[in-house]
């Protein structure tokens, strides 16, 4: 199915027996694209012609919950990916998506006891059981007509998962949705809901990734977090899209009293990126810490960034971004820490650093920050800069060639981040970074 | 086949402005010569120019085992053995010591090696310096002080097992009992590397245990002197100065 159309609209709800106020919520989002403008602010993007996006393409299977049920294609594809391998080895629950259904979810047993819930949205929007609590908060934090591509993922919303931690449960081992969009000219509108209860604490990783076309592959999908009091919350993600990928992604928190969040991001991939995960600091004491890396090689633009909003007392947060450009690449480091009137004692700092490969690539650091406390405190640091010549010189005298002493550079200068991704996703990490670095992402 | 040999070397800054006008000198296997001079002397610049300083234009020739090594790339001249302990090591962050000779080691060998194996060799060494095996888990000279970054080089040369080591002001930053340390280090390394020394310094108690064979003398730009342990002794004395005056009245160079 190809474009957005009302016709398309209602036949996804009806297809997923969607509840009406569902249903409703699609159809403001269809009215809200159809009113909202293209961001103006931001890299163009009017090459993307909506209408030749296939919004929803369904895989050819329905969803199992083992690997050994999944048709030997798509098995292959999260083979090479690993996910089978890694679930085993270390991850509490997990689901992946093809296209645009999730195609494969699963919950370890011990998990479920504890209280946990680990479904796909979809059956979480159906099920009585979840009703009240998925109604409550499904599209609350990231609203059907805030922007342009809010909107088409409230219209056309498929896939994704829903998960609910209990109060004062720790979920000791990490859950993992994992992305695939393999169709090619398809979009991904995956929705993700987490509620982390009372005194609870969740690792949540995303990976995502696409294979190469030629025609323009779109990427909206929304994530929405829910931290409650005392709770902890860590979000790690890392996207390698193709390069023909735009990935327009919303990703939003809201942290009570005493709860914390991490984000850990690495941004690889895609045609254009325009992504800010923002938290909203609401309840006092809460926190934001925020790390992220990106690469933007030959025709790509990456416009990344985090945006925090201080709404309470004595709420804290960071922001620290890398951002690398080789070739051509733009790599825009967009950043805002926002201090309402009222959150006395906030403190808020920004860091962020860019590396500039070769000549012809840009990098732009745009940190903010809003101070309207007088009790508060935030400050921020930018820097662009190029790979030392004297590093280089000294790491060479060494043995390594230059090229391995430059990823040796840039491996440093993302450590930070790696540092806080299990170890199989910061080697995925460090081994993205070596492809971009060789140009053979 | 000789060891090692510099010939009419001359080098330029990028500017055009010559730093040495023609220098010649040879190194023979597990010998140890000293390069003394005055400040801008141009000694460092020979160190770079044998390691492949890229802010230099060079000609001349630099033989090393018998090759051509002035056109050649930084790393391919590490690879045939050359080290050189920098006057000022460069801080690289958010990398570890024992990553960056996990790689080095890797390309050397082209294959995987466990952190663990370079962690054990450092370790061995980290105890004849003096320091302890976080000191290479630390991101590389980053924040090092200027004593920490010397004993980081040393502890790298060892890892890497080079067969010329130019040492530029190793002792610079040192106290007393670690330049007396790191002149026995080396000592030990030439007795079982059989390796030679080229070796730049103001302060001859980083020579105390090793028996340099020559010295020689630089000024502004081009070799002044070749000597042996006696106008080394002379130079401390009675400093540079002195030196030129008496040799210039004798007309003998």
Redesign the interface.
């Known amino acids: 199915m190809k474009g957005l159309t009302k016709e398309l609209v209602l036949g996804l709800s009806q297809r997923k027996k969607e509840p009406v106020w569902v249903r409703n919520l699609r159809l403001s989002g269809l009215k809200a694209w159809g009113k909202l403008e293209m961001p103006k602010w931001a890299p163009d993007i009017s090459e993307l012609k909506l209408d030749e996006i296939e919004t929803y393409v369904k895989p050819e299977m329905e969803m199992v919950s083992s690997w050994e049920e999944v048709p030997n294609e798509i098995r292959k594809t999260f083979d090479e990916l690993g996910i089978p391998e890694a679930e085993k080895e270390g991850l509490a629950g997990v689901g992946a998506q093809y296209d645009s259904e999730t195609i494969y979810h699963n919950l370890k047993r011990e998990v479920e006891k504890q209280g946990v819930v680990y479904l796909p949205i979809e059956e979480a929007l159906r099920d009585k059981k979840y009703a009240k609590i998925v109604k409550e908060h499904f599209m609350k934090l990231v609203l059907p007509d805030e922007h342009k591509f809010a909107a088409l993922h409230a219209a056309v919303f498929s896939g994704g998962s829903f998960i609910y931690v209990p109060p004062f449960t720790e979920v000791e081992v990490p859950l993992q949705s994992y992305y695939r969009l393999n169709a090619p000219g398809a979009g991904q509108f995956e929705h993700t809901l987490i509620i982390v209860d009372e005194g609870a604490n969740l690792h949540f990783i995303e990976g995502c990734s696409a294979p190469k076309y030629n025609v323009a592959n779109l990427h909206a999908g929304a994530v929405e977090i829910f931290v409650n009091k005392n709770a902890h919350m860590k979000f790690s993600t890392v996207e390698s899209w193709s390069k023909n990928m735009y990935n327009l992604n919303t990703k939003r928190a809201i942290v009570e009293e005493g709860g914390e969040i991490e984000w850990v991001t690495g941004s690889f991939g895609s045609k254009v990126t325009m992504l800010y995960p923002m938290t909203i600091l609401a309840g006092t004491g809460a926190k934001c810490e925020y790390t992220g890396v990106t690469f933007a090689g030959k025709g790509q633009i990456i416009d990344n960034g985090a945006k925090v909003v201080h709404a309470a007392p004595n709420t804290c947060s960071t922001i620290n971004t890398k951002s690398l450009s080789r070739d051509d690449g733009v790599s825009i480091s967009r950043t805002l820490a926002n201090i309402l009137p009222g959150a006395v004692g906030a403190k808020a700092f920004i860091d962020c650093k860019s590396l500039i490969l070769n000549g012809g690539a840009k990098a732009e650091a745009m940190p903010e920050v809003r101070v309207g406390e007088m009790d508060a405190e935030a400050a921020h640091e930018a820097s662009v800069g190029k790979i030392?010549?004297?590093?280089l010189?000294?790491?060479?005298?060494?043995?390594?060639?230059?090229e391995?002493?430059r990823t040796?550079?840039v491996?440093?200068?993302?450590?930070?981040i790696s540092k806080e991704l299990p170890v199989e996703y910061a080697m995925e990490m460090n081994n993205l970074i070596r492809m971009e670095m060789e140009g053979t992402a | 086949m000789k060891f090692f040999g510099v010939k009419n070397l001359r080098v330029s800054t990028k500017e055009g402005k010559e730093i040495l006008s023609g220098v010649d000198f040879e190194i023979n296997k597990s010998e140890t010569v000293v390069l003394i001079g005055p400040n801008g002397a141009g000694k460092s610049t020979v160190a770079g120019a044998i390691?492949?300083?890229?802010r230099f234009i060079t000609s001349g020739s630099v033989k090393f085992l018998g090759e051509e090594i002035l056109s050649l790339?930084?790393?391919e001249?590490?690879?045939k053995g050359i080290?050189?302990s920098?006057q000022n090591?460069?801080?690289?962050?958010?990398?570890t010591t024992t990553?960056?000779?996990r790689?080095?080691l890797e390309?050397?060998r082209g294959g995987f090696v466990l952190l663990d194996e370079v962690r054990e060799g450092i370790s061995e060494n980290a105890k004849k310096l003096g320091t302890n095996i976080w000191f290479s888990e630390r991101?590389?000279n980053v924040g090092f002080s200027g004593g920490e970054k010397k004993k980081n080089e040393i502890l790298?040369m060892l890892a890497?097992s080079p067969k010329l080591v130019i040492l530029d002001e190793i002792d610079s930053g040192l106290d007393v009992d670690a330049s007396t340390r790191i002149s026995k280090i080396l000592r030990d390394y030439q007795k079982e590397s059989g390796c030679s020394y080229l070796i730049i310094t103001h302060n001859m108690r980083v020579l105390r245990h090793l028996e340099p064979t020559r010295a020689i003398l630089m000024k502004e730009g081009s070799v002044y002197a070749v000597g042996d342990q006696k106008m080394l002794k002379t130079v401390e004395k009675n400093g540079f100065k002195a030196f030129f005056e008496q040799i210039s009245e004798k007309g003998v160079k």
């Open positions: 030392s010549e004297e590093a010189y000294y790491l060479m005298s060494r043995g390594l060639s230059e391995k002493a040796l550079i491996r440093g200068f993302t450590s930070e | 390691m492949g300083d890229g790339p930084v790393s001249r590490a690879k080290f050189m920098f090591p460069v801080e690289v962050p958010g990398i990553e960056m000779i790689s080095v390309d050397k991101e590389l790298q890497l």
